[in-house]
């Protein structure tokens, strides 16, 4: 079995969820512009992804699989999902507003990010333990604050320079970030594995 540390590392370096698995693209080009914006999401999606993989285990484990409904996972997974941003979502409009406003539609599209489902699934597929995969959400998650907080710190650079072709500004410029961050994080490779 895979120690903690390198499931931890592992999640934000050699697997990084956005950069290796290539998922939560929607909230990462459009959340990307600036870095404040970027680390506001990411850390709503950490509260998310570790929330809902808690909730998540206990139910997959102890009543789906010894009732024989193993079959309702995804609908279950899904449920606990919006249910957990339905809170963030109340929680972020009572008490820092300007970051809930500054998220528009955003925030309750955590509900349909493929990285937050990807991370339930990835548990489940890979047989961890409550532990093991606490630690694999949070390392998810942080890894995917990681590489959206980059691409915005780097599309901030790329616009104050301002040259960047018509055709690769928005969606085609974090395209082409993301591919040359993937490219520096395939290095990590042989350090840490899952």
Not at 18 to 24: R, V
Not at 39 to 57: A, D, H, K, Q, Y
């Amino acid at each position: 079995m895979t120690s903690s540390l390198s499931i931890f590392f592992a999640t934000i370096l050699t697997h990084n969820i956005a950069l290796t698995y290539i998922l939560g693209m929607c909230p990462t080009i459009g959340l990307s512009k600036n870095t404040k914006t970027a680390m506001g999401m990411g850390i709503s999606v950490v509260f998310v992804i570790t929330l809902t993989s808690l909730v998540n285990w206990p139910i997959y484990n102890l009543i789906l699989v010894p009732t024989g409904s193993k079959v309702l996972s995804l609908l279950v997974f899904i449920v606990t999902i919006a249910a957990t941003v339905q809170l963030l979502e109340m929680l972020l409009e009572k008490f820092a507003p300007a970051l809930h406003s500054a998220f528009g539609i955003f925030l309750p599209l955590i509900t349909v990010n493929c990285t937050v489902l990807a991370v339930s699934l990835f548990m489940v597929l890979r047989d961890y333990n409550l532990f093991h995969t606490l630690v694999f959400a949070l390392g998810s998650s942080i890894g995917w604050l990681l590489a959206i907080t980059l691409v915005a710190g780097i599309r901030e650079k790329l616009d104050l320079i301002g040259d960047i072709p018509k055709g690769l500004d928005g969606a085609g410029i974090v395209m082409v970030i993301l591919g040359i961050l993937a490219l520096g994080f395939m290095g990590f490779s042989g350090m840490v594995d899952l």
